[in-house]
């Protein structure tokens, strides 16, 4: 039975050996190479209670969590992590809830924090935020105390959090406030203690290994296309479930 366990959010090498596998309910995401880069970064822990067996995680996010860019919902990062996460942990009874939101900035995230996340009961919540304040010009410190408020509303339900900040890519990379907004969620994330889960440094490092943006994007220069929602979702799911299972026991490959 499992018990009570702390996950470094560690990225480390040597992850899949193939594409995930969807759930049976669901079709099945479009083939994506399975050669994602696979940078080191670390993270601090987080405590995660799998005593009972269950495990229900909401990713709450703007678009880029919705899935916008990829070829259907099953592409999105949420149900590529939910698949993952189901073949390395198969003891537990686990749903990965996709709460995002097209055109969300953090204050209309706030707002349906109780119907939309914390009506799950939720052990964990990804959130990612920030993109459309930066796109819409919204300051730095109005953000900060959205996020502040929303962190201590979930932090006093008991629920565990990830803070997710925002890609690279050059519809965002072309605006000044972009590279302010992605410091202020270190700053966030150093002030009250909750990890962040730096995407923006992940992606910096694909980079720096040779992907081109158009590998890892959409179209639109601003959304992650397939592969990136799945190169996404491969390392959060890894960070999540390095330290909570022996290396023997991992299964993350394609069947």
């Not at 601090?44 to 799998?50: F, S």
Request: glycine share 8%; charged share 20%.
């Amino acid at each position: 039975m499992l018990q009570r366990l702390v996950l470094p959010m560690i990225l480390a090498a040597g992850f899949l050996a193939g594409p995930p596998a969807a759930p049976a309910q669901a079709a099945p995401p479009s083939a994506v190479p399975a050669d994602c880069p696979r940078p080191r970064l670390a993270l601090p822990p987080i405590p995660m209670d799998l005593r009972d067996g269950t495990l229900v995680i909401v990713a709450l996010g703007s678009s880029s969590t919705e899935g916008a860019g990829a070829s259907g919902p099953h592409a999105a990062y949420p149900y590529r992590l939910e698949a993952m996460l189901r073949r390395a942990l198969p003891g537990v009874a686990l749903r990965v809830i996709n709460a995002g939101r097209s055109g969300e900035t953090s204050e209309d995230m706030l707002a349906r924090l109780d119907r939309d996340v914390l009506a799950h009961e939720p052990d964990l919540v990804i959130w990612q935020a920030g993109g459309n304040e930066v796109l819409r010009g919204r300051t730095v410190e109005s953000f900060l105390d959205v996020m502040r408020t929303g962190l201590t509303r979930l932090r006093a339900a008991g629920v565990g959090v990830v803070l997710m900040d925002n890609q690279r890519a050059p519809r965002l990379d072309s605006v000044p406030l972009a590279a302010r907004m992605d410091h202020a969620m270190e700053v966030l994330s150093a002030e009250t203690g909750v990890p962040l889960f730096a995407r923006s440094r992940l992606m910096r490092a694909w980079r720096a290994e040779g992907v081109a943006p158009g590998d890892v994007l959409a179209p639109d220069q601003l959304h992650h296309n397939d592969r990136g929602y799945a190169c996404l979702a491969e390392a959060l799911a890894k960070a999540l479930v390095d330290a909570a299972l022996p290396a023997p026991s991992r299964d993350f490959a394609a069947r």
